[in-house]
């Protein structure tokens, strides 16, 4: 919206705050035990990333010991962090995954 100061008469622009909802960065840690393809599998089924992709994230929590592997809504970012935990508790992994506000 154009306005006018009131001593110079030099147009600003007022920009009025938009509410954008909080982001939530997905994280995967790593651990000593989960086999790589495994994680490689995770990352290609949860967050629709290629082979390629997946093994050098992969590669990258392993060698950090944590990554984050995607930004999401809350609700998005609890769904998928609750699919990995799932899954990999039913193989007997100890695949960790969590998020944090970003
Ligand atoms: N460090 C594991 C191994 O050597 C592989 C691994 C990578 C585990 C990433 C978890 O999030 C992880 N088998």
């Known amino acids: 919206e154009d306005r006018p100061d009131d ?7 007022t920009r009025p705050k938009t509410q954008r909802p909080p ?14 393809e495994f994680v490689v599998h995770v990352l290609e089924r949860f967050f629709g990333m ?4 997946a093994f050098e994230l992969m590669l990258t929590v392993h060698k950090k010991g944590v990554a984050v592997v995607g930004v999401f809504s809350f609700e998005v970012a609890e769904t998928k962090v609750a699919q990995v935990m799932d899954f990999a508790r039913r193989h007997q ?8 506000k970003e």
């Open 23 to 36: 982001l939530y960065k997905v994280l995967l840690l790593n651990d000593d035990y989960t086999p790589m």
């Open 7 to 13: 001593e110079t008469g030099v147009i600003t622009k």
């Open 93 to 100: 992994h100890p695949l960790q995954c969590t998020m944090e």
């Open 50 to 53: 290629s082979h390629a992709q």
